[in-house]
């Protein structure tokens, strides 16, 4: 591995490692002051489907996780784009990676975090236009949710397909 | 009854990006790792993508509106997790900062391959 390569690698382990440190914030932040004092993660998910409002809150995790990381990510991109103006070779030389086996599974992970946030958050921007209540709201959760796994499934084979070629 | 509130700043750029962001990103993401492959995006494939004026021009707004919609994001979350305080205001400087830094980087980027 060459050092411009083993920079990549530690930077985007580092943004790994900060989305991975965003997640457990917001956990830690969700265990506070929820009506009834502290409450964690298993508890919350062991919670009877009437508490209907639970799901969203999950939702909302997902949403803001996703976002962060998301945003971690365009600003590694903008980096690894920007050595293209400095010299086209030095990018080739980083780029290479992004055709590697691990790289590819994190591009399906990114697609994954991309998609949930776009129709998450289309579901989002129709509840401020309409008010369809908390089932429509539920629904159209998992309207996003199922839309974010039918796309991913065959972008996973086309981006995963070389690996197996 | 509720009052009836302004929406803030940060609310309405988020919203507004969004709608651009939805189309633009899955196309840009469906682009470099569906319709390409990953590993056929080299220097060569930038350079010739931005030959095109409109790519150039649509890539320029999506740099814009992503960092917009995350700096927006970034700074609801602050406003969630922070008390107001120096900290707080700190925090909101380094967004500023860091979102003007990714628009000037990626603005130079672009300059600098559509010069070549």
Redesign the interface.
Known sequence: MTPAQAAFVAALAVILGLVAAFGL?VMA?ARLGVGGGPIGPITRLARPSTARLELHRWAFYAH?VS??G??AF??LH??D??I??IS??L??EV??L??TPP??VF?VGL?AG??FH?FN??RL?LL?LVDVGLRGSERLLWLAVGLTVVVTIP?AI??LG?VFA | MTARTRPSAAWLTI?VT??V??VL??TH?AET??LT???E????F??ARWQSGIVAATDWLM?VA??LH?GA??WT?VD??ARPSAGRRGLRGVIVV?GGA?IA??T??LL??LGQ
């Open positions: 914030i932040r803001r976002g962060v998301i945003l365009l600003a903008l980096v784009i920007g293209v103006a086209p070779a990018y080739d780029h290479v992004y055709g790289l590819r591009e697609l991309i998609l776009a958050g289309l921007l401020d972008a086309v981006i070389p | 919203r969004a709608l962001l939805a990103v899955l993401f790792h569906l492959d990953v590993a995006t080299d220097s060569a930038v350079a740099l992503a960092v995350g994001g970034v979350i969630d997790y860091a990714m980087g990626g130079a980027t600098v391959v």
